[in-house]
């Protein structure tokens, strides 16, 4: 991926000092926007990252590997770290990087857990107990941290997408949380930290994950709304060639449950899949009805926008 280029953000280490010169900036009028990342960034984050630049003055990313939505047989100690190569790719893009240590974010005695009821059973939330909350409750103590007006996350998470904003709208934060596009390689697949794990052979297998969400774009595009015939053209695409399947879900996008009865007329349908390719799981979503997974030349989905 180039790297962009411009003066490198400055990277402070310690919260308070963050919202010491955040504070100073908004005396001055300045608008404040937030990306929170694990590091490890790909185009997808950059993409959030210059959105978050025409939102506000001054743009803040985090980088911040959260143990707490990892669980016990997760990849926490070799999720990738390597924060200079992370500055250099937002070189020009960020203003300044937050990049605290564990126990700046959780100090001892640290007691207090976010859990949003609900949108966190399922999908993801089922073979990742506490995920979410450890989601969650990062995503508001670094909106505290920040205090950004505008926060830019990726729709490819979409679930964690939907849990931070019930949490915004729950908790009263006066952020405004916005969604953007997957960014997507030329051949379709979602841009994800977890890519670079699969070999040249599982990178090939993983286009089925964006094969089968593709499949039942063209069916919705046709008419088609039974649940369970999407749900099939998925898995379809899916059969033989991943190495499981976590789910496949074909559902209400607010809820995140089943629909109750027919789709409204008009109305989007969610389908969301998680899979495993050789060790990596990967996971992918199209809202349909509201995005476009046609993958122009270049390699970003034009999606929708929110
Ligand atoms: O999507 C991520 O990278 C993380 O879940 C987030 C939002 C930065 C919280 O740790």
Do not use: W
């Amino acid at each position: 991926m180039p790297e962009t280029t411009g003066p490198l953000p400055e990277v402070l280490r310690d919260p308070c000092e963050l919202r010491r010169r955040l504070d100073a900036a908004r005396a001055g009028g300045r608008r404040v926007a937030f990306v929170p990342t694990m590091g490890a960034l790909h185009a997808g984050h950059l993409e959030l990252v210059r959105h978050a630049r025409e939102l506000a003055d001054v743009v803040v990313v985090s980088i911040f590997v959260n143990p707490t939505q990892f669980g016990p047989r997760e990849d926490l100690a070799s999720y990738p770290r390597d924060l200079q190569t992370d500055l250099r790719l937002l070189a020009g893009l960020a203003d300044l990087v937050l990049a605290p240590g564990v126990e700046a974010v959780y100090p001892p005695g640290h007691a207090t857990t976010i859990h949003v009821a609900g949108l966190t059973e399922g999908l993801c939330g089922a073979s990742r107990p506490g995920h979410f909350d450890g989601v969650a409750t990062v995503v508001a103590k670094l909106f505290s941290m920040v205090g950004p007006c505008s926060a830019v996350f990726g729709r490819k998470d979409f679930q964690q997408l939907q849990v931070v904003r019930r949490m915004t709208v729950d908790l009263d934060l006066p952020v405004t949380v916005v969604g953007r596009p997957t960014v997507r390689e030329p051949d379709g697949l979602a841009m994800s930290s977890r890519n670079r794990h699969l070999t040249p052979e599982e990178r090939r297998r993983a286009t089925a994950l964006v094969e089968g969400l593709r499949a039942a774009a063209a069916a919705f595009a046709a008419g088609e709304r039974s649940v369970a015939v999407l749900d099939g053209l998925v898995r379809a695409q899916l059969e033989g060639r991943v190495d499981g399947i976590d789910y496949v879900f074909v559902g209400n996008p607010e809820t995140l449950q089943p629909f109750a009865g027919p789709v409204p007329p008009g109305g989007t349908m969610l389908a969301a899949v998680a899979v495993r390719v050789g060790r990596t799981r990967l996971i992918d979503n199209t809202e349909l009805g509201a995005e476009d997974l046609v993958v122009p030349a270049g390699g970003h989905s034009p999606g929708t926008q929110d």
